[in-house]
């Protein structure tokens, strides 16, 4: 199995001219034909250089940021360059209304002044094939037997190459839906610190209006350092940091003031979360039909009742932002993904596809039933997707109830007889530290409409035969007509007065001595539970046998698409698994319709031109127009354009994950992040589009000049290789 996917990998660039830049490449597996092709486009490094295990190479200086983005090393002394969204959360949490370096911005003059955070990033160490031993142990099995024995395996292995002395962790990834197993290994560090962020303003310029579209303005960038021990192991979680040192790298990137040209190579590394390319057609009708469709209609009232608050005060608006930012960005993407979805009929290509697979398949006993029994799985969990998306996006989306609902857990161990007090005691203890958490971000007034609303809409949109029993009959009787917002609205104003977790005195009365009658009488907990218990005890299993089948009639089908055409087999790459991969392509204007053509770049003149004073999105600092205007860009102007280059564009393939990730030129030099797609392509986690794919990347002369003229940050500076 290993040799045949070795060789998918190799072969595939014969074809490569027909299918632009589409692929995330391993880079264990970045063979001599893929290689070659990149040197075709421009590439000056060597293999070695790229990846190698046993020396330094430039997967060194490329690390996972947080729980879900990519960072890079941009210094000898552990610099870190990520996305200004990447970094959104800790800058956030080392804001007040007294130092709000959210809205204002932030740069430690020394290290000294750099602030703690509560992240984490890993480097990888290695990535090891493993495929065979898992094989071998799943040989015989199929369904919900087969994942709960693979997920036993891949336990025992990742538990075997894992070391919690040395901080190394390792996570086997199912690529090829299953067809190929790589263990990658990773060594964690815990004591990562704020550096510099610009101002809000700077880093979300554009805000949800210019989300996913070209022409963009936006810096998006945040700074932060790896600290380690004295001797340069890694500091682990809740040791002490003080008398730590920064971060000695094997490999940074040198960062080039030189300017772009439309072709240019480039090649983005990271850590794309998520793919799904080889999906079904029954796959894409249920993401067209019913979950992206509930998913943006879920989201835009929460985000509906979010802003309504965050408008009305800056308290609020810091308070809201980090949740806000997440929500939005996927409400924006999904909606943007079934358009384009429909708009290039993935659906009838996956179709076409399947029936020249169906008539090959004739005879062959282990393919030839697949798509019939692939379409009875699919069957008997469609009338119940909307349920589920409305329980995730839904319910879960009150921030109260999803709180309420993990109360569960307390109540589960209260009821049972024979529950160890100290057992009791330590999920009670669980329950106040995450109510803490819970009370600083939450925000009762946005928090209380999407309740009221969120209640009607699953009572008007959820089959009322997979609702919970009397519980809208109940709220009719007491409320009042279940057509009326008003109902809804007196109702979860009684949740909310109500409640014992937003009662100080109430709540750590129960804490002190917990009881399973009282949490069940709470209006909040009797809420989440009756949602949550109707769903898990009924449809949950149902969804887990569905994408057990589902899982393994998509490995047999990729499978079957290897035997079926040796040819197409080599235009075949594994989906993202967020796991370490390298694309290649080239800087790149692009035409998305009739008679408009979209430059590479954008620069400073755009940038003014969007300018709004006092608006929420198009803001900026006061400062930053007095330099733009006096054209005051140093040595980060564009000597072609004569204008400070803001952001550009490339074909490189990217998708969710790659947030942060390093846009590198042929001599491996940094030239850019990337944070976003274009809209034109917004189905590219189904479907590559070859034609209108762009990643949009901030320019790392942008970056630059805000840390340097902007922020007075040229001690960070200082610390760079520059590469003019």
Known sequence: MKKILVTIVLLVSITMKSLADEGMWLPLLLGQQVYNEMVKKGLKLTKDQLYNINKASLKDAIIIFGGGCTGEIVSAEGLIFTNHHCGYDAIANASTMEHNYLQNGFYAQSKGEEINSNLSVQFLLRIDDVTKEVMDSLQGLSGTERVAKQNAVLAAINKRMSDESKSIETRVSALFKGNQFLAFVYQRYYDIRLVGAPPESVGKFGGDTDNWEWPRHT??????????????SPAKRGESTEGNIPLKPKWYLPVSLKPLKDGDFAMIWGYPGGTNRYESSYGIRLSTEINNPTLVKLRDVRLKYMFDEMKKDPATKLQLASSFAGIANYWKFFDGETKQLYKYDVYGQKKTAEAKFNAWAKGKTEYENLFVDWGKAYDAWLPYAKHRMYMNEGIYGSP????????????????????????????????????????????????????????????????????????????????????????????????????????????????????????????????ASAFAKNYTSKYG????????????????????????????????????????????????????????????????????????????????????????????????????????VIGFITTNDITGGNSGSPVINSKGELIGLAFDGNYEALSHKLAFDKDLNRTICVDIRYVLWCIDKLGGGTNIIKELKLMK
Not at 400 to 413: H, K, P, R, T, V
């Open 219 to 232: 810096g998006d960038f945040s700074i932060f350092r790896v600290y380690t021990k004295p001797d340069g």
């Open 400 to 527: 109260l109830i999803g709180f309420a609902a993990s109360l569960q857990q307390l109540e589960a161990l209260l009821v049972k007889a024979g529950t160890a007090q100290a057992d009791i005691r330590k999920a009670a203890d669980a329950a106040n530290l995450q109510r803490k958490g819970f009370m600083e971000d939450e925000n009762k007034a946005s928090d209380q409409n999407i309740v009221a609303a969120v209640t009607k809409m699953y009572y008007e949109d959820v089959a009322k035969e997979q609702q919970p029993v009397g519980f809208y009959a109940t709220l009719k009787n007491q409320y009042g007509a279940l057509d009326d917002d008003a109902t809804y609205k007196k109702y979860a104003a009684d949740i909310f007065s109500k409640t014992m977790i937003f009662d100080d005195a109430k709540w750590n009365a129960f804490i002190a001595n917990p009881d399973a009658v009282k949490l069940q009488d709470d209006p909040a907990f009797y809420y």
């Open 541 to 644: 299993p149902m969804y887990q046998q569905f994408a057990a089948k589902n899982a393994e009639f998509g490995r047999i089908y990729l499978k079957g698409i290897m035997e079926m055409d040796p040819v197409k087999a080599k235009m075949m790459y594994p989906d993202a698994t967020f796991t370490m991969r390298v694309s290649y392509g080239n800087v790149k204007s692009y035409n998305p319709r009739d008679a408009v053509h979209y430059d590479y770049v954008t620069t400073s003149n755009g940038l003014l031109e969007k300018y709004k004073p006092g608006d929420y999105e198009f803001d900026l600092p006061a400062k930053q127009i007095e330099l733009l205007k006096k054209k005051d860009f140093g040595q980060y102007m564009d000597p072609v354009r004569k204008s400070l």
